[in-house]
T-cell receptor
Framework: DTGVSQDPRHKITKRGQNVTFRCDPISEHNRLYWYRQTLGQGPEFLTYFQNEAQLEKSRLLSDRFSAERPKGSFSTLEIQRTEQGDSAMYLC???????????FGPGTRLTVL | AQTVTQSQPEMSVQEAETVTLSCTYDTSESDYYLFWYKQPPSRQMILVIRQEAYKQQNATENRFSVNFQKAAKSFSLKISDSQLGDAAMYFCAFANFGNEKLTFGTGTRLTIIP
């Protein structure tokens, strides 16, 4: 068990560019979550998947954000036309459905210039 | 919607002493989970302790224990025999039963004084 991994760990981009982040959950976990954490705040829920199905999306997830989990394994989070307000740490977590304990990855820190 | 409030932005404690971090929450649900997560500087978040709302007994994990007061909607974390490695941001979090997205508080930064 290697834990939840995220790639890249850091991303600097210019406003208006598109970015994509990847999350690899713990292998036997069928639930995968995305959160966003800004400086000095707790993480805020963005979306989650059970296997390949996206079950819930927060209203924080604007039309510029899209998440996929095509084969029920890894997930990607894409932000189109980035804005400076998108600068944050993007956290991924996974869990086994029946245990309700989420294991977090190290996060991807996005800086939009 | 559920809310989680942590009213102590920062706390400090002498090494080997005991410290209590406060958390209150608001919900209309009767079945839910409460968590304390620890986020060390530049490191990933890890679960410290969890409590199921239907259990009256307070959860304990080694030096960590909670005081769960369901009627008061209070969920405090007590750390006994504080160690330097306990220095971190501590987040209180809530999840409804059957809907496991976490709602976090704003966190408490804990400093351990040698």
């Amino acid at each position: 068990d290697t834990g939840v991994s995220q790639d890249p760990r850091h991303k600097i981009t210019k406003r208006g560019q598109n970015v994509t982040f990847r999350c690899d959950p713990i292998s036997e976990h069928n639930r995968l979550y995305w959160y966003r954490q800004t400086l000095g705040q707790g993480p805020e829920f963005l979306t989650y998947f059970q296997n390949e199905a996206q079950l819930e999306k927060s209203r924080l997830l604007s039309d510029r954000f899209s998440a996929e989990r095509p084969k029920g394994s890894f997930s990607t989070l894409e932000i189109q036309r980035t804005e400076q307000g998108d600068s944050a740490m993007y956290l991924c977590a996974s869990s086994r459905q029946e245990y309700n304990e989420q294991f977090f990855g190290p996060g991807t820190r996005l800086t939009v210039l | 919607a559920q809310t989680v409030t942590q009213s102590q932005p920062e706390m400090s404690v002498q090494e080997a002493e005991t410290v209590t971090l406060s958390c209150t929450y608001d919900t209309s649900e009767s079945d839910y989970y409460l968590f304390w997560y620890k986020q060390p500087p530049s490191r990933q978040m890890i679960l410290v302790i969890r409590q199921e709302a239907y259990k009256q007994q307070n959860a304990t994990e080694n030096r960590f224990s909670v005081n769960f007061q369901k009627a008061a909607k209070s969920f405090s974390l007590k750390i006994s025999d504080s160690q330097l490695g306990d220095a971190a941001m501590y987040f209180c979090a809530f999840a409804n039963f059957g809907n496991e997205k976490l709602t976090f508080g704003t966190g408490t930064r804990l400093t351990i004084i040698p």
